[in-house]
């Protein structure tokens, strides 16, 4: 019950944050990394990410991009992501365990994706002062399904 209600109060602050209007300043995002927390069998070669994507998971259930970081006059800065749900079940992605220059800090972040589908999503700081404090982040997304059952998870670095 307590992770449906905070996911449903996380899903309705991101709801508010897509409708806030943006500076349109942006910086590319230019490294990061993101590793399986369990081990998976070994995968074949990535294409490489365009400079300013960083590839944070790729497997048999989810891909997980970063395309950039942005400052959100309203909410404070802000990681975009591109999440392609590759899993027949829907998900939701969340994060945990959060830092930004080895502060501990809780995001806003919920997207739900359908099976086969694509989303877009925002990682939003808001007791992140500015863009350029936005550095050094340390966490894990978790990927869970219909009945909030971790389904995997994924630690990331993002420079």
Known sequence: ??????????AGI???SLVACSSGDGEKVES???APVEEKKEETPKEEAKQEEVILADDDVVKIVVTEKVNDE????TY???IENK???KITIQSRDTSIDGVMSEPVFSVDVMPGKKANGDMTFMDVESLDK??????K???????????????????
């Open 134 to 139: 936005l550095k050094n982040l340390e966490g």
């Open 87 to 89: 899993s027949d079940k």
């Open 14 to 16: 991101l709801s508010l």
């Open 32 to 34: 990061g990394s993101g």
């Open 141 to 159: 997304l978790v990927v869970l399904d219909e009945d909030f059952n971790d389904v995997s998870s994924y630690n990331i670095t993002i420079e």
């Open 74 to 77: 309203v909410f404070g800065p």
């Open 80 to 82: 975009k992501f591109l």
């Open 1 to 10: 019950m307590n992770k449906k209600l905070l996911t449903l109060i996380t």
